[in-house]
């Protein structure tokens, strides 16, 4: 008797949970799942057509960094825009494959040997941006070298920031969703990232929440100035999210959506692919804490794990509808929307290895290089 009361209660409980989440999280009213923070396709004409300054960091990106070059050249914005490919340090046909991209607007530069407390991405950025600040352009385009974006998306990009007068546009890109583990858990890390920031709240003038998707973010020189350069993300390792919060913290506003018409080249195949990218960054979302990944390893069990073992089907349901969306984004089956549980856990363990990886001094490397502890 005392056993099925405590289900009962367990099993209300654990619904309330995540009805709660489903709908007052963000606190400025909810609904963080909708995917409803979208690039537009098809903005407003621009009267205004600012300069615009592409700067994509590279390292060992052969295999793609063609096809994203060839991407952004196509770009049918028009006003005046010029690509600098920040080579930083590459020890692949990297370089000479840009070399063989001729092209007025394009420009490879070589950056120097990467010095002690800088981010590799960050140094290739601040050298990228020092290659060309003395055209002054009114806006940088800071976006990743494995990424295709169609023709039409710096134009997006610009009116989005132009018509609503912001400081900062950031498209979370579609990320590849192929092999069985990407299925399995890309769209989860895209559901659990509008989770912590949520981009409605981003979106938000008056919420503190501040965040941005580092393939793809657009700012005015003014502001990235305003706030110190990429001399002041120069050693994050969540630098998307640092710069969107600094931003956001002088007063500017920002825009944080996701984009329909770019692409990660990237795939992420293997459980080992994913278990690497989310290592090298989960502790760091932690603050290093033991503390705070013990609540958020016991908030995980209790809101993806109880569920199954208690076969609370209110909560399962729930669970499955709000992460449908973010599902049907990516173009999978509903079926797909009830392995959130299995997602959940996997990441659990990831950041789990993160902690461990930190403490224990374990090796973490990206892109073959070490990253040093923050």
Not at 336 to 355: H, V
Request: charged share 15%; proline share 5%.
């Amino acid at each position: 008797m005392w056993a099925f009361l405590s289900t009962y209660w367990l099993d209300i409980l654990l619904t309330l949970s995540w009805l709660v989440l489903a709908f007052a999280w963000p606190l400025n009213g909810g609904g963080f799942w909708k995917v409803d923070q979208r690039l537009p396709l098809n903005p407003e004409p621009l009267k205004n057509l600012p300069k615009v300054a592409i700067i994509v960091p590279a390292r060992n990106e052969a295999q793609v960094i063609a096809q994203s070059v060839k991407g952004l050249l196509g770009q049918n914005y028009h006003g005046q825009f010029s690509i600098v490919i920040a080579n930083d340090s590459s020890t692949d046909d990297t370089a000479q494959i840009v070399e063989g991209l001729k092209s007025d607007k394009l420009t490879l530069i070589n950056t120097p040997q990467l010095p002690e407390g800088w981010a590799g991405k960050m140094w290739a950025l601040e050298n990228g941006i020092k290659a060309i600040e003395n055209q002054k352009p009114e806006f940088y385009w800071l976006t990743d070298a494995d990424i295709f974006h169609q023709p039409n998306v710096l134009t997006c990009l610009v009116a989005q920031a132009e018509n609503n007068q912001l400081a900062l546009v950031s498209e979370m890109v579609k990320l590849r969703c192929q092999t069985f583990w990407e299925k399995l858990l890309t769209p989860a890390f895209i559901f659990y990232f509008t989770l912590i920031y949520p981009f409605r709240a981003v979106n938000d003038p008056n919420s503190k929440i501040a965040g941005a998707a580092g393939g793809s973010v657009l700012i005015r020189r003014q502001a990235l100035e305003d706030i110190g350069g990429i001399k002041a993300l120069q050693s994050a390792v969540i630098d998307d999210c640092t710069l969107g919060k600094l931003v956001k913290q002088s007063g500017c506003r920002i825009w944080l959506g996701f984009g329909e018409r770019s692409f990660s080249l990237r795939g992420n195949d293997t459980l080992a692919d994913h278990w690497q990218m989310v290592q090298r960054s989960a502790y760091t979302q932690l603050r290093f804490s033991p503390l705070f990944l013990f609540g958020a390893m016991a908030g995980l069990f209790f809101s993806h794990v109880l569920p199954v073992l208690l076969l609370s089907w209110p909560a399962l349901l729930i669970m499955a509808v709000i992460y449908w969306p973010t599902v049907r984004f990516y173009g999978l089956s509903p079926i797909w929307a009830l392995t959130l549980p299995i997602s959940a856990t996997l990441f659990g363990l990831m950041t789990i290895s993160s902690a461990l990886s930190y403490h224990l001094g374990w090796s973490n490397k990206w892109r073959d290089r070490q990253i040093a502890k923050s």
